[in-house]
């Protein structure tokens, strides 16, 4: 995904125009390219100060993690897993086997029945709900059907995320959801509502939020599941193009066929368990045990 706002393009003037007036309307839309490649190296200014932040805990674990929601029958059945600091990770199974529990262990919207799991600084175990806030911010999530605020702007809907997750400051709130909404190219598009939207622009909605935050990891969970070919395949690419950025990003999903195609480390899920380890690309250390 080329790094550069096409829909924010310098208009020429028409032709004749002359004067005072033509010729500040001109500066002003010389400026205009600048002022988007600085916000966009103070954007890589501070993703890199992130990554240097002095004893930052990036990493997620998984402790012999198991999941009950009635007696003896197990969601989740002794999952170990680690994903270290800006690994790209597919986690592969049929509905139901266990996909969209584990994400929500990972971003602790649920809790093992036994096990611990570790986001960054975060332990399961000690949760409570000020530390919930703080993890949110570190974790993004991005759902299959979207979730958005049907009766509010697509600004509206991303800024809404910091909200919840206790930031305050409108200034900063503001720069960061127009900084998410031009990394997915929905700039030209912030004020309007989701419905005047394709599913495709909706689902980059769900990604701006998820990255609004700028977390350390993003979770995805079936964002492809609703779309066609072509836009599932931009989904994709737009996923991958966060995660050279740094992010680690960890994608729920039941198309076998679909992640082949990348050359990423894959993991299946069935009846619960991690039962097989299908790709690890040259270059990965982490490791899975059954």
């Not at 082949?260 to 250390?285: D, H, K, Q, W």
């Amino acid at each position: 995904m080329p790094c550069r706002r096409l829909n924010r393009l310098p208009v020429v003037p028409a032709a004749g125009a002359s004067g005072v007036g033509a010729a500040k309307k001109s500066a002003a839309q010389e400026r205009a390219p600048v002022r988007f490649e600085c916000r966009k190296r103070a954007r890589a200014g501070r993703a890199a100060a992130r990554s240097r932040a002095p004893g930052e805990i990036r990493m997620i674990r998984l402790y012999h993690v198991y999941k009950s929601y009635q007696p003896k029958v197990w969601a989740l059945e002794d999952i170990n897993l680690k994903v270290e600091d800006g690994e790209f990770l597919f986690v592969v199974g049929a509905s139901g086997a266990g996909k969209s529990t584990l994400l929500r262990m990972i971003y602790m919207e649920e809790f093992p029945t036994k096990g611990e799991v570790v986001v960054g600084k975060f332990t399961s175990s000690t949760m409570n709900s000020k530390k919930i806030s703080l993890l949110r911010r570190q974790v993004g999530v991005i759902f299959q059907d979207f979730k958005l605020l049907k009766d509010r702007s697509i600004y509206e809907n991303v800024a809404f995320v910091m909200r919840v997750t206790g930031r305050s400051q409108e200034k900063e709130m503001k720069a960061r959801a127009l900084d998410a909404l031009d990394k997915v190219g929905l700039y030209a598009r912030r004020n309007s509502l989701p419905g005047e939207l394709s599913g495709g622009e909706q689902q980059r909605v769900a990604i701006a939020r998820g990255l609004v935050n700028e977390p350390f990891v993003l979770l995805a969970d079936e964002p492809t599941g609703n779309l066609d070919a072509d836009n599932t395949a931009q989904i994709v690419d737009l996923l991958l193009d966060i995660n050279t950025s740094g992010t680690a990003v960890i994608m729920a999903t039941h198309d076998s066929e679909l992640v082949s195609r990348y050359g990423r480390r894959i993991l299946n899920i069935e009846e619960g368990r991690m039962t097989e380890r299908l790709e690890v690309p040259v270059g990965r250390t982490a490791d899975v045990w059954r």
